[in-house]
């Protein structure tokens, strides 16, 4: 079964760092996301991209944070200079097409971000 | 107030009981609504949409009140592998972006 992938599962490092999450969605699939979740508190949306443009994003998106899709296969998001609260798991998902027709985004198991 | 609330929880039922879950949504424009699962330290999955008629998967049944902004989960029959958080998520139009509700923590004893 197809499935969306993410690398690194753990990542950690020092505040002001630059880190990039890597996800690789399932290929046939249009809309690609970017979620997280922070230690005991709800999933929470960051952005969407489809067509290699953003088509949302959430408050929580600003502008050290930023998406790409640098190839045919990969997605990445990139968090420009770290901050303690950064820390969380961010999942990567994709869609064959929006999900306000029903359709399912799936998840990949989500890379750990630890920021020191 | 919160855009998609339920109780946190946790459920302790035993072995083949009957557990629902209710959710309440604030946002009147929402549009399509879910239930995902999540195992702890885990990726969410769907278990299933959730339509105006109300729908049913196996032992799992789901009921939409648009009029009161609310969505319910039944497990009939639980089983052990049933233990997890059930998220409520909901769609404002017909866009992406799915806002999460906290979650109901279930745990199935034998």
């Known amino acids: 079964e197809p499935e969306v992938t993410q690398t690194p599962s753990h990542q950690v490092t020092q505040m002001g760092q630059e880190v990039i999450l890597r996800c690789v969605p399932i290929s046939n699939h249009l809309y690609f996301y970017w979620y997280r979740q922070i230690l005991g508190q709800k999933v929470e949306f960051l952005v969407s991209?489809?067509?290699?443009?953003?088509?949302?994003k959430s408050e929580i998106f600003d502008d050290q944070f930023s998406v790409e899709r640098p190839d045919g296969s990969n997605f990445t998001l990139k968090i420009r200079s770290t901050k303690l609260e950064d820390s969380a798991m961010y999942f990567c998902?994709?869609?064959?097409?929006?999900?306000?027709?029903?359709?399912?985004?799936?998840f990949g198991p989500g890379t750990r971000l630890t920021v020191t | 107030r919160k855009e998609v609330e339920q109780d946190p929880g946790p459920f302790n039922v035993p072995e083949g009981a009957t557990v629902a879950f209710n959710c309440t949504y604030s946002n009147s424009a929402s549009q399509s609504f879910f239930w995902y699962r999540q195992d702890c330290r885990k990726e969410p999955k769907l278990l299933m949409s959730?339509?105006?008629s109300g729908n049913e998967d196996g032992r799992f049944t789901a009921q939409l009140n648009r009029a009161s902004q609310y969505i319910s989960l039944l497990i009939r029959d639980s089983k052990l592998s049933d233990s997890a958080t059930y998220l409520c998520v909901v769609t404002h139009n017909a866009g992406n972006m799915l806002t999460f509700g906290g979650g109901t923590r279930l745990m199935v004893k034998p």
């Open positions: 998902a994709s869609s064959e097409r929006l999900a306000g027709y029903s359709y399912e985004q799936y």
């Open positions: 959730v339509y105006s």
């Open positions: 991209f489809y067509n290699n443009e953003i088509s949302e």
